[in-house]
């Protein structure tokens, strides 16, 4: 279940004891549903077990109370912006769970080395692509278990999987064609030149349904689409740097790239056309990852000495957070909640997180074996994955209590 944080639970989303909570045209809607009861198919923790039944108390009482109790609800939940079920979560439960506190192996991915990206497609679908000979791996269960295709080439290595709306997204390789499409969530897939500058990947993402950026490692620029990467336009070239290795977006037509061999961030207003040097960061070589918080927060990730650095205004100037732990490069992030931030880092696979926004960042645990994690993702339901290299392994966390 996705929570927005605040004294207690602002917001409610997702999935939790067979309900489905989200906002549909402005009202608070729940659904029923079915959900992996254990990890693995197996028992559930105290905690899970603790955490649903708190929750679905809560929701059995919101289904069984009377139009006057909810118009009440709905009422106080206006004073602060929230809705009325919301309100009742806060009232009942003013202690939220935090996301990412504990992660549990769930499957090897078969056929790959490293898994380098992860998209939620939505209900429960996944995708995730990577050094793997062409495959696949797709879960339908929010992770827990994966199937391995092999659609693509056996020389492409897929370093992006983006959703972009429905059932419809691309992957991008470092190989010819760049581009895969699928219109069925991952069923088929079909080949695509485009963007046809000689470009490989480094990241892709998805700022909207239409709008997606190409960071590219042959030469630093970020091009752009504005109709699903049917059609691209070649972006700028970004300094005299090597490469763009690192994209995203903030809104509102800003859009910051980090670059490699010197980390400088680039910074665009205009979604990509011109972009302005905003310097390097610190004595940083590379920027691996770049994350949105809020709409002027974002944290960079960097190596060689695994760095993190925070813009509290839109990407202009940036603050260098210290080393994480003896990291040697800060891989990805993924946000959990208001505030709640996950980083892995190289070597050992080593997850930190913060929960202000990044100014201060706890050691987690190290995922197994594995020397590092390209791949981190949030769900709806506070449900995050995390995707290793040196065997491919798929890690998930779910909430827990404070």
């Known amino acids: 279940m996705k929570a927005k944080l605040g004294a207690g639970l602002d917001e409610l989303h997702g999935k939790i004891a067979n309900f489905c909570g989200k906002r549909v045209f ?12 254990g990890v693995n198919g197996g028992t559930p923790s105290e905690t899970q077990l603790a955490i649903r039944e708190k929750y679905g108390g809560i929701v059995e009482e919101w289904k069984n109370a009377t139009e006057e109790q909810r118009e009440t609800w ?10 009325g079920i919301n309100y009742l979560i806060r009232l009942r439960w003013p202690a939220a769970p935090e996301p990412g506190l504990i992660w549990t192996l769930m499957q090897s991915l078969s056929g790959f080395d490293i898994c380098n990206s992860i998209a939620d497609m939505g209900d429960g679908v996944l995708l995730a692509v990577g050094n793997s000979g062409g495959r696949l ?17 056996v020389s492409t290595i897929g370093r992006s999987v983006v959703s972009m709306s429905g059932l419809d997204a691309l992957v991008a390789g470092d190989s010819e064609p760049y581009l895969w499409r699928t219109d069925d969530a991952g069923a088929s ?5 485009a963007p046809n500058f000689g470009d490989a990947a480094n990241q892709m993402i998805a700022a909207s349904a239409t709008l997606l950026f190409y960071a590219t490692s042959y030469r630093p620029a970020v091009h752009y689409s504005v109709n699903t990467g049917v059609d691209w336009t070649e972006g700028p070239s970004l300094g005299a740097e090597d490469e763009a290795s690192a994209v995203c ?31 390097q960061l610190g004595t940083a070589a590379r920027v691996y990852t770049i ?10 990730g960097t190596g060689p000495l695994g760095h993190v ?29 208001s505030s709640f931030v996950v980083a892995s880092t190289y070597p050992l696979a080593a997850l930190y997180r913060s929960s202000d926004n990044g100014a201060t960042w706890v050691f987690l645990s190290s995922l ?3 020397s590092m994690c390209r791949a981190l993702v949030t769900l709806d339901a506070d449900i995050m994955l995390a995707g290793t290299g040196n065997g491919a392994t798929i890690y998930r966390s779910v909430p827990s209590t404070p």
């Open 368 to 370: 197994g074996n594995n």
């Open 26 to 37: 402005g009202k608070q809607q729940l659904t029923r549903l079915s959900i992996p009861y």
């Open 249 to 279: 977006y903030m809104g509102s037509g800003i859009v910051l790239a980090g670059t490699s061999p010197n980390a400088h961030i680039f910074r665009s207003t205009n979604n990509g056309v011109s972009y302005d040097d905003m310097g």
């Open 189 to 193: 897939w079909t080949q695509e030149q």
């Open 137 to 153: 791996a797709k879960s339908t269960d929010y992770g827990v278990t994966w199937t391995i295709t092999q659609p693509f080439s």
């Open 74 to 83: 709905n009422a106080e939940g206006e004073k602060t912006g929230i809705s």
């Open 291 to 300: 994350v949105k918080v809020t709409d002027l927060i974002a944290l960079a």
């Open 309 to 337: 650095f925070r813009t509290l205004d839109g990407g202009l100037t940036w603050t260098d957070l210290g080393r994480l732990g003896a990291a040697e490069q800060v891989q990805a992030f993924s946000c959990a909640g």
